[in-house]
């Protein structure tokens, strides 16, 4: 499974806009805790992507489950990385 990092994909909670970072916690809409990974798949034809948690094994959801949205370097606001 490919793990994107902050140079080609990001994550960005839907309610704030601020990017989660690999070991921050979410939540999803039913209110679970889980620690967010990494990016495992990039959004393409329209199709979203996928992020791999830690909530159980095979933990890959789609980012909404945790009302977040995957930024890619294709998209516009996209900042390299510090």
């Known amino acids: 499974m490919p793990k994107h990092g902050p140079e080609t994909a990001r994550l960005i909670n839907e309610e ?8 921050d916690t979410v ?3 039913r209110g679970e805790a889980t620690v967010f990974r990494y990016v ?16 159980r ?3 890959e959801f789609y ?3 945790f009302g977040c949205r995957i930024l890619t370097r294709d998209d516009p606001g996209f900042t390299a990385s510090p």
């Open 16 to 23: 704030t806009g601020e990017e989660v970072q690999p070991g």
């Open 27 to 29: 939540l999803t809409f």
């Open 40 to 55: 495992s798949r990039l959004p393409e034809f329209g199709k979203s992507g996928k992020v791999f948690t830690d909530i």
């Open 57 to 59: 094994p095979g933990g």
């Open 63 to 65: 980012p909404q489950v």
